[in-house]
């Protein structure tokens, strides 16, 4: 078995990191077995570098082996791609086609970004995985293959299955051997080797002198996050030696080239949400379940003042800014009167003045409304007043705004401001 040392030399691997060299321990002891093996990591670690190595150190490595980037194929194409088709399968097949599978037959596939495959093409993968077997597209006859399956994604396995996107079986049948390596910024001694590295090859390649950091250089290198990784930290190199004349560079020069530069600073989370955009649906249900409450109350008094006087005009002299607060503002309020002074009032029967009549010996002023336990399981009064506070909060006193986003009146949110003394 070959060293650890003697594999990053044959495959270029630049880095003496635990977890980068653990990555590579584990894909010398599964190379010489047959088991699936699953690379994961960020986007521009160098996963592909793995896969060549099981080839390379098994029993396959004079088979072929062949890489697919399965987020680059068309889902309508990908099933034609990887297994073959017959001859007039679909529109434009006009001869058999062999797929991957059937011509890496004793060798080695590797599946990138194999997280992006289609469901359909997931149970198809399945099958091979199984027991080797495949169908062609648009053939019912069965064939047998002998590949071994190294799989790479830079996706998190468990939210897609989360999200159905993904299918649970077939990531537990390719996760067999789990291999992650660790993104950049996680390998701080490598970066500046690694860059070291990068601009020695550039300054061969356009035969040029070699680009050298200062001291204070060294140190945005290695505070910078590198979201691109290893792929970003070459770009940057490449571009510095192509277009900076100095060749020395320093710490401002760098951060130029660095275009998302943040070191190693806490995050800051933006805590600002858009108009409108209440904690959680609960939040929304609870202040539509309070407005109606309120509106319900209120049409209950108008209703039984109309039944008790009889007369339009007095009942809305008498409660102008009820009715204000729920037909709208004052340019809403000309409509609401000309509508008004075009009903006809319903005569009330003889009966139900004298229930009428009962009511006022009772005192009992809501007799047809429904009643209103003040002490209610949601708590509606207490939501109506958090609520309150936190559009006011959102929108820095500014009554006005808070009032149209809780979806009332300015002179009605000023009047719960006094009731509920905030």
């Known amino acids: 078995m070959e060293s650890i040392q003697a594999i990053k030399q044959r495959f270029g691997i630049i880095g003496n990191d635990p977890k980068l060299n653990r990555s590579i321990e584990k894909a010398i002891q599964v190379a010489p077995t047959d088991i699936s093996v699953l690379v994961t990591g960020e986007s521009g670690v160098g996963k592909e570098s793995i896969p060549k190595i099981i ?23 990908i099933d034609s791609e990887l297994f073959g088709h017959e001859k007039g399968a679909f529109t434009g097949a006009t001869q058999t086609r062999e797929g991957y599978f059937e011509v890496a037959d004793g060798g080695t596939i590797f599946l990138d970004e194999v997280g992006e495959l289609p469901l359909t093409t997931q149970v198809r993968l399945l099958r091979v995985l199984e027991n080797g077997e495949f169908i062609k597209v648009g053939s019912s006859k069965v064939q047998k293959t002998n590949v071994r399956i190294v799989a790479a994604t830079n996706v998190n396995m468990f939210e897609a299955i989360k999200k159905e996107k993904f299918r649970e079986d077939l990531y537990y049948r390719l996760s067999t051997i789990d291999i992650h390596l660790p993104p950049l910024r996680e390998r701080k001694e490598d970066i500046h080797l690694l860059f070291r590295k990068f601009a020695s090859d550039f300054a061969l390649k356009y035969k040029m002198p070699t680009i050298k950091l200062t001291d204070e250089a060294v140190e945005v290198l290695l505070k910078n996050r590198w979201n691109g990784n290893i792929r970003q930290l ?20 760098l951060k130029g080239y660095l275009p998302n530069y943040e070191g190693n600073l806490p995050a800051v989370i933006k805590n600002s949400k858009s108009e409108s955009d209440f904690s959680s649906e609960r939040e929304i249900l609870y202040k539509v379940l309070f407005d109606m409450k309120g509106d319900l109350n209120d049409l209950k008094k108008l209703t039984m003042e109309l039944m008790k006087n009889g007369t339009t005009h007095d009942v809305q002299k008498k409660n102008e800014g009820l009715i204000q607060k729920i037909y709208g503002d004052e340019e809403d309020e000309e409509n609401y009167e000309e509508s008004v002074e075009d009903l006809e009032v319903l005569s009330i029967p003889e009966k139900m003045n004298q229930l009428s009549e009962a009511i006022d010996e009772s005192n009992d002023k809501y007799y047809f409304a429904e009643e209103v336990e003040e002490e209610e399981t949601l ?17 820095q006193g500014k009554r006005k705004l808070a009032a149209a986003e809780l979806g009332i009146s300015e002179r009605t949110l000023y009047r719960k401001i006094k009731q509920y003394d905030l």
């Open 379 to 395: 708590s509606l009064h207490d939501k109506e007043l958090e609520l309150i506070k936190k559009s006011l909060e959102r929108h």
């Open 55 to 77: 080839h390379q150190l098994s029993h396959r490595k004079h088979g072929k082996y062949i890489a697919v980037n399965c987020g680059a194929i068309p889902e309508g194409t």
């Open 234 to 253: 070459r770009n940057a190199a490449e571009q510095i030696s192509v277009l900076e004349q100095t060749r020395t560079i320093n710490a401002p020069t």
